[in-house]
């Protein structure tokens, strides 16, 4: 503000001593500015307004690289991206290129909506989420810190010897009604998309490798983790800690004991447990045969 006013007195200054009405003044003062004055090179706060949304930008630095305010919250926004009217952009998210967003979604601060991403009406972003190839369903939440569509790990050995790296290329595509706590992750496709299906819920800290496809209605509890290719059918609930191997499929309606490993296809529904994982009743003979045997060693 001070910097605005030192600069308006400038103005003032050039402007002829006589007995000048303010209208003269600020006749001056526009005349001042549509001559080569080094003053011209002062940026001024303008407002733009589209069919779809009106937004803000302080100067022309903003408008040169495509990026602009969002009258919505403060963030900024790339002017080729679909932003609904209704969305909130918070101070410091970044809404990218050619993403996509429906009505009434919150993005807040901190987070980053990268290229090639649609996110359904009514879905929540929590801070610092980043999105990157990836569909995000209508009415999800998605809290702090989650990442969803970066590349899978994948490598493999080249001729020479050396690690190289395995193209993904694909999405990840989340379903309707989705809720993903803090902190996981969900990769990108190789050789098909990632996918999460509608109503299920995933907790805090939960890895969900490439080409993961998990089925509707499914709980994933805190620490989880799903390697690449893994094919997990409906109403499965993974305990907390539970490991699921690559290339693993499981079929619906499957509940597994916390700290338990997946190892081969589970092929019929149930409670299972243990590692490898097993069925529960099998699980519960073993643990059972494991403390006898330690009560013995213990007695001889």
Known sequence: MAYLVRNLKLLITKIPSSNSSSSQIFRGVTNLQSSASP???FR????FRSSTCSFRSFGSAASESGFQMWSNGGGLFHTSACIDPTVVVETGAVVHPKATLGANVHVGS???IGPSVTVGHCTTLGYNVALSNC???DLC???SGVCIGQDGFGFFVDEHGNMAKKSQTLYARIGNHVEIGANSCVDRGSWRDTTIGDYTKIDNLVQIGHNAIIGKSCILCGQVGIAGSVTIG???TLGGRVAVRDHVSIVSKVRLAA???VTKDIKEPGDYGGFPAVPV???RRQLASQRWNCKDIKSS
Request: with cysteine.
């Open 281 to 283: 009743q099998q699980w």
């Open 110 to 112: 901190g987070a980053v």
């Open 234 to 236: 409906d109403y499965v």
């Open 44 to 47: 001024c706060l303008n407002t």
């Open 141 to 143: 939440v998605i809290h």
């Open 259 to 261: 700290i338990s490993c």
């Open 39 to 41: 003053i011209n090179t």
């Open 135 to 137: 569909s995000i369903g």
